[in-house]
């Protein structure tokens, strides 16, 4: 573990945004190129059942709904549905819901539901997590923490 494991964690502790119980199986985390063909992977891969309920790991104010399930562009058409939730330290970003619960500007509590999981049908049902730094600069928020470092440790 390195030395400044402990100093990313934000003044509030994040929680898991799959309930521990329904999740199957953790898969690719934050990586540089997951493919070999240079697509890099900005997020934490939590497997669990479609319908699964997709809770907000922070409090913050819910800053975009995004359906992109219907759009021309292909990355937003991958995306699906998801959620940004903005908060002091970080930008919370959930892909591949199925529905949502909750509207732009409202503010939300660590823990609360934020929707469902998506059935992918082009594979496993899984919520794509993405933690970024919030300070947004050049129009985009920072750059993507491993949620693995921040997250509680999973009690098995």
Not at 45 to 61: E, K, N, V
Not at 115 to 135: C, M, T, V, W, Y
């Amino acid at each position: 573990m390195s030395p400044d494991f402990f100093d990313l964690r934000p003044s509030s502790a994040l929680v898991w945004p799959v309930p521990l119980a329904s999740l199957r199986r953790v898969g690719q985390s934050v990586l540089s190129d997951r493919d070999g063909k240079g697509r890099p992977h900005y997020g934490l891969d939590l497997f669990a059942a479609a319908d699964t309920p997709i809770l907000s790991a922070g409090d913050g104010r819910i800053v975009r709904v995004v359906d992109g399930r219907q759009s021309p562009e292909l990355a937003k058409r991958r995306a699906g549905l998801w959620v940004d939730v903005l908060g002091q330290e970080w930008l919370l970003r959930y892909l591949h819901l199925g529905s949502v619960i909750v509207g732009a500007d409202a503010k939300i509590k660590r823990g609360a539901l934020i929707g469902f999981l998506a059935d992918n049908q082009n594979g496993e049902p899984h919520l794509h997590f993405e933690i970024r730094h919030s300070k947004v600069t050049q129009g985009r928020y920072g750059d993507a923490v491993d949620p693995l470092r921040l997250l509680p440790p999973r009690r098995s």
